[in-house]
């Protein structure tokens, strides 16, 4: 790995990888061009190689791309299979099974076309992306230092996103160690019978932990409340709840074509605002404490930076229509790479340089860290 040009081995900031990981994921959502969501799995997987730690989440990447690859497979069975059929270039004839006029959009069966293929190809290889940005923001940000920079009024739900966050790379971890160790016993480590052997082991290790994780947060004093009176409480969930509404009315204005410009971007600062507004007010009955908080330094800023500008990137070439954003299917053509997004790209590779190098001893940053957790 390289060196970083601002600070020494540290870790970064939980809150700028995933700002990063959703920046690429929104730019992802905005295209069907297959060179530009292929260069956004490379811009992942660069960064990802190049900053993944040595600890049980960060070996979840490959998960995560294995999960996409499964999803393109998964979409583009299902359109050649049940999917309506269009174009003209019939790739293999095949019979087809007729369905009532109710079922006009579907089929069973039937040509497959070169036009229905790429279209279902490039919807599956979208949400393949999409996914494979997912898990790379859960490869490179420690889920346990994340739940720290969580707002004190989010915390409970902070913990259960956490804990959920951090099912995959546990799950990857406890079957590596499960099939590690029917190898040695000289079992078989594929089909039936071993999926059927590891599911125990694997599904034991869940409950302990769980029951492990249980005894940590009651120890550590977990969902201690402040004085706050009740007709406070009732209106700061009364904020939240409208000001979440306003921001998701607005964050759909945004991507939706044919929106008032009016209902958009004012709807959602709006909502945002109040939301801000709540979680200051709640967060006064929260009795917590942390130790050693993560710092948000320069390299935080140009890791979330670079997410935020291939985000704009993308939407701006969306809504300046720009040619190239989006591959038609029918009639079939050759994709093209536009300017604009292929530099926000080359701006959201920067991370891995400009991040931080991690400690050399990262096992012992991750046991200290876990000891953290809950303080």
């Known amino acids: 790995m390289t060196g970083s040009l601002f600070t020494n081995p540290r870790w970064l900031h939980p809150a700028a990888w995933w700002i990063w990981a959703l920046g690429l994921a929104a730019a992802a959502s905005r295209t069907t061009n297959p060179l530009l969501l292929g260069l956004i799995i ?27 690859v499964a999803v393109i497979v998964i979409r583009v069975a299902v359109q050649l299979i049940l999917g309506a059929a269009f ?17 006009s959009g579907a089929r069973i069966g039937g040509d497959i076309t070169l036009e229905s293929l790429l279209l279902a190809f490039y919807d599956g290889l979208r949400l393949a992306t999409i996914l494979i940005c997912v898990g790379a ?22 913990v259960s996103v956490v804990v959920a966050m951090t099912f995959t790379p546990q799950l990857v971890t406890d079957v590596d160690r499960v099939r590690t160790a029917r190898r040695l016993r000289g079992r078989p480590t594929t089909g039936i019978r071993a999926i059927a052997g590891s599911a125990m ?4 290790g869940a409950l ?62 709006a909502g945002v605002s109040v939301c801000i507004i709540s979680i200051t007010m709640s ?3 929260a009795v917590r404490t942390r130790y050693r908080p993560d ?26 229509t720009l040619a190239g954003i989006d591959t038609p299917s029918n009639p079939p053509t050759w994709p093209a790479l536009p300017l604009v ?31 953290e957790v809950g303080t």
């Open 283 to 285: 967060a006064r009955a």
């Open 295 to 320: 710092p948000w330094e320069i390299p935080e800023m140009l890791v979330a930076t670079a997410g935020a500008v291939v985000a704009f990137c993308f939407v701006g070439s969306v809504w300046l």
């Open 137 to 158: 923001a859960n490869s490179l940000a420690s889920p346990t230092r994340l739940l720290k920079s969580v707002p004190a009024a989010l915390y409970e739900f902070g």
């Open 201 to 204: 082991p694997v599904f034991e």
């Open 42 to 68: 490379a811009v992942a997987a660069l960064v990802v190689s190049a900053r993944k730690p040595d600890a049980p989440w960060g070996r979840s990447f490959m998960f995560f791309v294995r999960l996409g």
């Open 208 to 269: 302990e932990k769980s029951v492990t994780l249980a005894a940590a947060m009651d120890s550590r004093g977990y969902g201690r409340r402040g004085a706050l009176s009740a007709t406070k409480r009732r209106m700061n969930s009364a904020l939240l709840l409208i000001g979440l509404v306003a921001a998701c009315i607005g964050a759909y204005a945004l991507i939706s074509a044919g929106s008032p410009v009016a209902l958009g971007l004012p709807m959602l600062v």
């Open 341 to 371: 997004p292929v530099l926000g790209l080359i701006i959201a590779a920067t991370p891995a340089f400009t991040a931080p190098m991690l400690p050399r001893d990262t096992r012992v940053a991750v046991s200290k860290n876990t000891v």
């Open 87 to 103: 174009g003209t270039t019939i790739l293999v004839p095949l019979p087809g099974l007729a369905l009532p006029t109710w079922l």
